[in-house]
Each structure stands twice: as structure tokens, then as C-alpha cells.
């Protein structure tokens, strides 16, 4: 007459359940805010690549025994004039010399995301011509 009741145990208890997702959200909180900062640093890494490219090619171009100086290849580097850079929007760079000889490349992070504590910890010393960050401007010094 009566039938046995069968114990069904499949599946998980709500407090398994709440357990989880608790680690899923600490994982998270964690994870977000350093895929943020590295994502942002990415911004300061393309402007210092523009520039260590931009120091490549006067590098090339003084490999050349003819090519003693850049004459008037001096002035602003974006795609208006031939020059692709990184970015979008895209970075302007720009070269010039100073009495000394020495070659500064500046390239400007022209989304503006680089951090701020990122160019503070790698600011540019002029005195010394330590490659580094001012405001959102990299400053690359080569001795010609």
C-alpha cells in the first residue's frame, strides 16, 4: 500500500551554493582593479615604444656615414606626414636638438590614460637626461 519514499540527494545546498559565489566575488574584486592598472600602463607602454622606434630609425638613418645630422628632418612625427604611431587616438612625436648635440624625441600619450602615479615613479630628469615621463609627454634623450 504504501511505497517506500526514495532519498533523492542530487545537486548542491544553497549554502555550497552562497559559498561560491562569496569566492567567485573576492576573486573578482581582486582580479578587476590590477586588469585596470596593467590595462592602463599598456597606454604609457605604447608611447615609450613609439619613441624607442622613433630613436631606431635615427638610429638607421646616422648608420648611413653620409648622414652626419638630421638637418631638417626636425619637427613633428603623425600620420600627416607619413609616420604611423601607436594609439588611438593616435601619438605625436616630435624631434629636436639641442646646443650640446643631443637628440630629445618627445612622444605625447595622446589618449591621456597613462597613470599618473606611473609617470610620477618614471618622471624625466632634464638635467641629467633621464628618459621618463612630464604631464603626459615621454621624453626619450639619444647622444648624436
Known amino acids: ?4 519514499m526514495r532519498s533523492n540527494k542530487k545537486g548542491f545546498t544553497l549554502i555550497e551554493l552562497m559559498i561560491v559565489i562569496a569566492i567567485i ?4 574584486a581582486i582580479a578587476i582593479p590590477n ?15 613609439d619613441g624607442s622606434t622613433i630613436a631606431a630609425a635615427i638610429a638607421d638613418y646616422f648608420a648611413i656615414p653620409s648622414n652626419v645630422s638630421l638637418g ?3 619637427g613633428t612625427l603623425n600620420s600627416g606626414n607619413g609616420v604611423k604611431l ?3 587616438p593616435e601619438n605625436v612625436g616630435t624631434i629636436g636638438t ?6 630629445t624625441i618627445t612622444v605625447t ?3 591621456g590614460r597613462c597613470p599618473e602615479d606611473y609617470r610620477t615613479a618614471q618622471a624625466a630628469v632634464v638635467a641629467s637626461e633621464t628618459n621618463g615621463w612630464t604631464n603626459q609627454i615621454y621624453t626619450k634623450y639619444m647622444a648624436q
Open 25 to 28: 566575488g573576492i576573486l573578482a
Open 72 to 74: 631638417g628632418g626636425i
Open 35 to 49: 586588469f585596470i592598472s596593467y590595462r592602463n600602463k599598456s597606454f604609457c607602454s605604447r608611447a615609450e615604444s
Open 86 to 88: 601607436s594609439g588611438n
Open 1 to 4: 500500500m504504501f511505497q517506500k
Open 109 to 111: 600619450d595622446a589618449s
Open 98 to 103: 639641442d646646443v650640446n648635440g643631443t637628440i
